[in-house]
């Protein structure tokens, strides 16, 4: 089985793919550097499911400091690169966007960079489906998607062209997969389902920014992880849409919520947010022919396992900073 240098393995999708890349036989050496952009309780709680499996491996580093990348592949003999290292979250990127630099682009660099010097042949790069802001729907791959309204999507479309020069220069093979508005258990606080299910719960009014007719493609995390392991195959270069092909308004995802828990939503409306998108909707064409991937898992039934795994865990979860300037 191929060994797996996993970077970024303690985030939401990273812990996923890794735990279904376990479950395959593969050998995965995990690194992750623990920022608290959020806080460092759930990075902690995914990486616990991790610890003990066959074939586990973690190091703590930074993405962005390549002299420490550099002894974990001096050491190991890594078949592929699946880069899910990232600072997410649009919102926060307008005040800070030089950390969505650094992580995004350098540190994606820095990646690219030990594969070219250690012959590692095989890389998979996480991007995302805010780089079609103001593209016909539904999103396909041949799109030019080159007028991002977000540091954050400004800083995955650079590492995008930057895995297709190390393709073209010294033939690493990429998948670059962008993804569409993930959801799932132990998922980002800053992201709405997350959210939406603490204050239903909780009885806190629910923000939201517009009329909650804006649409998402949500895809629940395990058919993401999925698809990022598939895209491991050889492809040459290749960008490829995961997303659940159905976008959701806002308010239909509330009332679904409301359903599981069997509480009603107080809602506060505010303004739209100048980096937020009006809809999101993947052609999945590609990934259904290239990779042979498609989701399975519906969005009533993520839902139903989000806010179990919500209810099951609501003693430390309540807890967790909900920070809206994220």
């Known amino acids: 089985?191929?060994?797996?240098?996993?970077?970024?393995?303690?985030?939401?999708?990273?812990?996923?793919?890794?735990?279904?890349?376990?479950?395959?036989?593969?050998?995965?050496?995990?690194?992750?550097?623990?920022?608290?952009?959020?806080?460092?309780?759930?990075?902690?709680?995914?990486?616990?499911?991790?610890?003990?499996?066959?074939?586990?491996t973690?190091?703590?580093?930074?993405?962005?400091?390549?002299?420490?990348?550099?002894?974990?592949?001096?050491?190991?003999?890594?078949?592929?690169?699946?880069?899910?290292?990232?600072?997410?979250?649009?919102?926060?990127s307008m005040k800070n966007p030089w950390v969505y630099y650094q992580t995004n682009v350098l540190g994606n660099l820095n990646l690219l960079e030990l594969c070219k010097e250690y012959g590692v042949r095989k890389y998979v790069?996480?991007?995302?489906?805010?780089?079609?802001a103001g593209m016909p729907m539904p999103f396909s791959e041949s799109l030019p998607a080159v007028k991002p309204i977000s540091p954050y999507a400004a800083s995955k479309g650079g590492a995008e062209m930057t895995c297709y020069t190390y393709h073209k220069l010294y033939g690493i093979d990429v998948s670059v997969v962008r993804y569409f508005t993930v959801y799932g258990p132990?998922?980002?606080?800053?992201?709405?389902?997350?959210?939406?299910?603490?204050?239903?719960?909780?009885?806190?009014?629910?923000?939201?920014y517009g009329d909650g007719n804006q649409r998402r493609d949500f895809t629940y995390v395990e058919d993401i992880a999925a698809g990022t392991i598939k895209a491991v195959r050889p492809v040459g270069f290749e960008v490829i849409n995961l997303g659940n092909n159905h976008p959701y308004p806002l308010i239909e995802l509330i009332r679904l919520i409301e359903e599981k828990l069997g509480k009603k939503a107080e809602i506060d409306?505010?303004?739209?947010?100048?980096?937020?998108?009006?809809a999101t909707w993947a052609d999945i064409e590609k990934a259904k022919r290239l990779l042979d991937w498609e989701p399975r898992i519906s969005l009533e039934d993520g839902l139903g396992r989000t806010v179990r795994w919500y209810l099951e865990n609501k003693d430390w979860v309540k807890s967790i900073p909900i920070d809206l300037s994220k």
Do not use: C
Not at 270 to 278: F, G, I, W
């Open 1 to 56: 089985m191929p060994n797996i240098l996993l970077a970024g393995v303690a985030g939401f999708i990273g812990a996923q793919t890794a735990a279904q890349l376990l479950a395959g036989g593969h050998v995965v050496t995990g690194v992750d550097d623990l920022n608290d952009y959020y806080d460092p309780r759930l990075k902690e709680w995914r990486l616990r499911q991790l610890f003990g499996k066959e074939g586990f």
């Open 58 to 92: 973690f190091q703590k580093a930074d993405i962005t400091d390549r002299e420490e990348l550099r002894g974990l592949l001096r050491q190991n003999a890594f078949d592929a690169v699946i880069n899910l290292a990232a600072r997410a979250g649009v919102r926060y």
């Open 125 to 132: 790069f996480a991007s995302t489906s805010s780089l079609y």
């Open 186 to 208: 132990a998922g980002r606080p800053d992201m709405s389902v997350f959210r939406f299910i603490r204050w239903i719960d909780e009885g806190t009014p629910l923000v939201v």
């Open 269 to 278: 409306y505010r303004p739209s947010q100048r980096t937020d998108m009006e």
